[in-house]
Structures are given as structure tokens and as C-alpha cells.
């Protein structure tokens, strides 16, 4: 473990239980965030990157549940496992100390409350403060979210506003409290093209203005290109590859990774044939034996059809791959 | 040769402000005109409510227009009713964004790829309907079984393989690989793209995915509020574009290094 890491989370299992099958969604997921580290959750639909998000915060319903792991968070000078929490303290944590963003900005907010309430519910909560001074710093934080009229936002009900305009008042929900860590789940996939890059610009900057940790979940690597200082590449419920941000776009290291990157159209070139990954993305019901790329991959071995590889370290990155042992 | 040649368009809705309020014209498509070559894929990309749906949807019939013509092969199909049209159906068909949502889970695949040719009443069209299904890379067991023992990018392919079983000329792709995992994304474009080469097929690509669309169309045409901004050849659109809007859409696409 990291000695100034902020979040570690060490062999995380969060496992579904539907009747008699069991889902493997995350199967011994490690990894660190320091602080004011930006860290990127990449992979398919399926692999188990936003379950690792809501395990983080436990926020993960039935039938799942959290099997083992430790999820050790720095919380005023002392290292403390989050599993281990009542649940009268995870309360304080979440919205507190960390946040979270989510993907659809109109489920996620409350139609019959205006903005105002909704945003200032969590200072009030977490911080103590009502009346005018919870206004003020209501109004403060929509601003620092980018939003010119903060006023008559904060008057608005959830359904007056646009899509970009809702994603901010999300943003300003969980800043609002001062959280060390931001777990942002696909913030910007349900928005255009054009707003999306305003909503990754108020990300990028808010980050180094409040020195945030951040975990961005996403499947779309350009959005992780733009904010992520270090990469874990994702696949069937394990961590597959984890590298510093450059390294991964311009070297990637497992198999996975490098043909995820070949298989996004280019904008500079008219590709003939793109080099598609055969096959689909595994069922975590049934996920298949070994590596479990091994069924897609073009340099599976023998020994990949049997035997699960485990961590290798190259050059300070981390690869889980038999080409690498 | 042109194929496709849309006039003039003009579609309005009607909208109402809250319960009781005033109502207003919404323009979705606001007289937009192009024309489509024979074997081209024209790529048509703008903003969720840019209207490019509603336009894609009157071309094809699905949706009557307020004015304005289109032609099939020279053909005035606005001009035509709905008996008329019926034997023009079978050249131009849809292929949709969601492969949940546009299948029937209560019918088999075989069947529900047949349909087409027995509305038609083609006395083939099971068999058809078996080679097109292997066409679009399905295993023959695909016939016999049911929409949930698929997954979303196979789902696409019975789509698509429905899409072209009565042969058509021109098919609306409308963001057909938008709900799909990137890895699979590149397969279904790289089925779109041989299925058109092997059948001289005629698209329109509706996408909001300014990647997918630069890497499958001949020609690109840019909507914004109902009307058509931009419209020019795939390579001087994306390398030159000269509309403002055009210029903020390309440069708002997040890089992945593959530019570099």
C-alpha cells in the first residue's frame, strides 16, 4: 500500500446473488487513489467498473453484496477500513467526504424539490449550516459549477433545466460539502457532443482549483484521456491493466487495451476495416476459465485457457497477462 | 446516379408549455434539401432534437412531412398513398439505435426475419431468411431461438439482417451502434460497411458519434435546429469545415492519443 495514498481499496469481491447463480461483478479489484490524483475506471458494459464505484461509497443494493476486501480511507489523519463502518458513520462519509456524480442527471435529481433544496441539503446535513448562509453558499458552489444565472437555477425545478445545465447542479450537489474524493460514474454519456466537452472542462478544472481526487468510471477513452492522470483498464470484474495515463494511449500492454484502442474510429483517418475485437464481453454469470480474455485474444496460449495470470509489474505498470510472466 | 432526393422538407410539431400554457412551434425539420447517390453512405450527425431523426423517419415514410417532396429512384413518394407506396416498401428499410427495443422477445429469430418476405409474399422466404441470417455472421441456430439468448451486438446484426432481407436499395441506419460496447461497435460497423459492397446497398447514417460517422460515410451532412449547416465530402468536411457549428462539433470530440 502506498503510504499517502487517500482511498486503498485491497481484493475487493462485490458478488450478486439472483436466486441460485452468482455474479462475479468484481473479483479482487485492488487499487490506489492519492491525493489530488485523478484515476481512470475503464472498460464495457459489464466488467464491473461502476459496481467497484458504488462498493466504494457501499451503496451497492441487493442481491448484491460485498464478499471481502478492505477499503481503507483517510479520514481526519487516521486510515480507516470503510467495510468495517457503522452505518451511521458511512452516512457521514457519503456526500461528506466523498461524492458522487452520476450518469443521468434527470433520475438523479428530485423533481418535486427546486434546485436550491436539493443542493444545499447535504451542507446542511453535513456542515450545519441553514438560513441565509446556506443560500450564499448555495449560490456560491452553482457558480463554481459554471452556472452564470445561479438565482434563477436555484428557483428552477429539475425538469426547467437542460440537460448540461442538470449535470452542473449535480456537479454543485457534490461539491458542495468539500469532499477529499469524487467518484464521477459516466457523467457526461447521456449529453452532446458539444456540452460534454464544457462538462469535462468544469471537471478538469475544479480538480486542480479544490486539489480533488477523483475516480472517473467510464467506457469512453477520450473522456479519460482528458482527465485521468493514471488508467485501470477493466475487464470481466479484475483490474486487467493500470498504467500512467501516456503510457497506456501510446504503449498499451495487455491485450485488451490495445485492441479497445484500435477499435475507436479515428478522426484523422478513413480506416478500411476496423480492427474490431472478435467475440463479446464475457457474462459475469458465466465467465469463461483462465484469462478471461483468453476466448477474444489473439495471442492466447495454452497456458491462458487454464490458468488465471496473475499481477506482473513492467516498468512501474501493472499488466495481468501471461506475456508478461 | 441519384437515388435519394430530398426537397424542400418542412416538419413542425406543435408543443405546449406546462398544462395549460401557450403553444409552440417546434421547426424539428425546416426545408432541408440533398440528394443521395447510388452505392453512397451520406453520414448525418447533429445534436439530440436537431431533427435528424424526424427527417430520416419522412424519407422513409414513417413520418408525413408538412412540405416538400422526396423521390425514390425518381419516384415521387410524397406524392403516393399508403396502398401506393406498399409495393416501395420493400426498397427502403430501417435499421434502429436499440436492438432491445426493436425486437419482438415473444417471436423467433427465423420468423421474425421471414416476416418482411411473407408480408410480401415471397413462398422463399424462410429459406431467404436462413442465408441472410449467415450473411450477417449469425450461426445457423440462430433461426429456431428467441431475442433474449442474444447479446447487443448480435441483436444488431438480426436487425440489420431483417433490415435486408427483401433486398432493398436504401436502408436508414439510425444510430445503430450507439447503445454497443466500443469492441463490438467496430464490428457492426465493419458488417454495415461489407453488406454494402455485396449488395450495393444506398445509406443514410444518422449519428451523433462524429468518429463512427467520419470512419463509414462518403459524404457528411452537419444539422443543427432543423436545418442542414453543412454538407460536403467526408474528408474536407472533417479536415475543412467551414460552418462554425461543424468547426465546434469536430473540435469538441475528446482525443485518444490515436490522433496523435
Not at chain 1, 457526461?188 to 477523483?214: F, G
Not at chain 2, 442474444?150 to 439510425?174: E, H, M, N, T, W
Not at chain 2, 455485396?198 to 451523433?208: A, M, R
Amino acid at each position: 500500500m502506498t503510504e499517502n495514498a487517500l482511498l486503498s481499496i485491497r481484493g475487493l469481491h462485490t458478488y450478486f446473488f439472483p436466486g441460485k447463480a452468482v455474479g462475479r461483478a468484481v473479483e479482487g479489484v485492488s487499487f490506489d487513489v492519492g491525493s489530488s490524483e485523478s484515476i481512470g475506471l475503464v472498460g464495457e458494459s459489464g466488467c464491473g467498473k461502476s459496481v467497484t464505484a458504488l462498493s466504494i461509497l457501499r451503496l451497492v443494493s441487493r442481491p448484491g453484496k460485498i464478499v471481502s476486501g478492505e477499503i481503507i480511507f483517510e479520514r481526519g489523519g487516521k486510515k480507516e477500513d470503510m467495510l468495517l463502518l457503522s452505518e451511521q458513520e458511512m452516512t457521514k462519509v457519503r456526500g461528506g467526504e466523498i461524492s458522487m456524480i452520476f450518469q443521468e442527471p434527470f433520475t438523479s435529481l428530485n423533481p418535486v424539490f427546486r434546485v436550491e433544496y436539493q443542493v444545499g441539503e447535504s451542507a446542511k446535513l453535513h456542515l450545519g449550516i441553514k438560513g441565509e448562509a446556506l443560500r450564499a453558499l448555495v449560490m456560491e458552489t452553482l457558480s463554481g459549477a459554471g452556472i452564470k444565472d445561479a438565482e434563477r437555477v436555484a428557483d428552477s425545478y429539475p425538469h426547467e433545466l437542460s440537460g448540461g445545465l442538470r449535470q452542473r447542479v449535480m456537479i454543485a450537489m457534490a461539491l458542495i460539502s468539500g469532499p477529499k474524493l469524487l467518484i464521477a460514474d459516466e457523467p457526461t454519456t447521456a449529453l452532446d457532443v458539444t456540452v460534454q466537452a464544457q462538462i469535462l472542462d468544469l471537471l478538469a478544472d475544479i480538480r486542480l482549483k479544490r486539489k480533488l481526487s477523483v475516480i472517473m468510471v467510464s467506457h469512453d477513452l477520450g473522456i479519460i484521456n482528458r482527465i485521468c492522470d493514471r488508467v485501470n483498464i477493466m475487464y470481466s470484474g479484475r483490474i486487467v491493466e493500470s498504467s500512467p495515463k501516456k503510457e497506456i494511449f501510446s504503449n498499451p500492454l495487455h491485450p485488451y487495451t490495445a485492441g479497445l484502442l484500435k477499435s475507436i474510429p479515428s478522426l484523422s483517418k478513413i480506416e478500411k476495416r476496423l480492427p474490431a475485437i472478435p467475440g463479446n464481453v464475457p457474462d459475469p454469470f458465466d465467465p469463461p476459465a483462465g484469462c478471461r480474455f483468453h476466448p477474444r485474444c489473439q495471442k492466447a496460449m495454452d497456458i491462458c485457457k487454464k490458468t488465471e495470470p496473475g499481477e506482473t509489474v513492467v516498468d512501474g505498470r501493472m499488466v495481468k497477462c501471461w506475456l508478461y510472466k | 446516379m441519384e437515388l435519394v432526393k430530398v426537397q424542400n422538407i418542412v416538419k413542425h410539431f406543435r408543443k405546449q408549455k406546462g398544462m395549460f400554457g401557450a403553444f409552440e412551434t417546434v421547426k424539428a425539420v425546416d426545408d432541408v434539401s440533398f440528394s443521395i447517390n447510388e452505392g453512397e453512405t451520406l453520414g448525418l450527425v447533429g445534436e439530440s432534437g436537431c431533427g435528424k431523426s424526424t427527417l430520416g423517419r419522412i424519407i422513409i415514410r414513417l413520418l408525413r412531412e408538412d412540405s416538400g417532396k422526396i423521390f425514390l429512384n425518381g419516384k415521387e413518394l410524397t406524392a403516393l398513398n399508403f396502398n401506393e407506396l406498399k409495393p416501395l416498401r420493400r426498397d427502403m428499410q430501417i435499421i434502429f439505435q436499440d436492438p432491445f427495443a426493436s425486437l419482438n422477445p415473444r417471436i423467433r429469430i427465423g420468423a421474425a426475419v421471414a416476416e418482411t418476405l411473407e408480408i410480401l409474399k415471397d413462398e422463399d422466404a424462410v429459406r431467404k431468411a436462413a442465408k441472410m441470417l449467415e450473411m450477417v455472421g449469425l450461426p445457423s441456430s440462430a433461426f429456431s431461438k428467441y431475442p433474449h439468448e442474444f447479446s447487443g451486438g448480435q441483436r444488431q446484426r438480426i436487425c440489420i439482417a431483417r433490415a435486408l432481407v427483401s433486398r432493398p436499395k436504401f436502408i436508414l441506419c439510425d444510430e445503430p451502434v450507439s447503445s454497443l460496447d466500443v469492441s463490438v461497435q467496430a464490428q457492426i460497423i465493419n458488417l454495415l460497411k461489407d453488406l454494402k459492397d455485396e449488395l450495393g446497398l444506398t445509406y443514410l447514417f444518422i449519428s451523433h458519434d462524429l468518429r463512427v460517422v467520419r470512419n463509414i460515410s462518403d459524404r457528411v451532412a452537419v444539422m443543427k435546429d432543423g436545418k442542414v449547416v453543412e454538407i460536403a465530402d467526408n474528408e474536407t468536411i472533417y479536415k475543412y469545415p467551414v460552418n462554425a457549428y461543424t468547426k465546434e462539433l469536430i473540435g469538441s470530440v475528446q482525443e485518444t492519443g490515436k490522433e496523435l
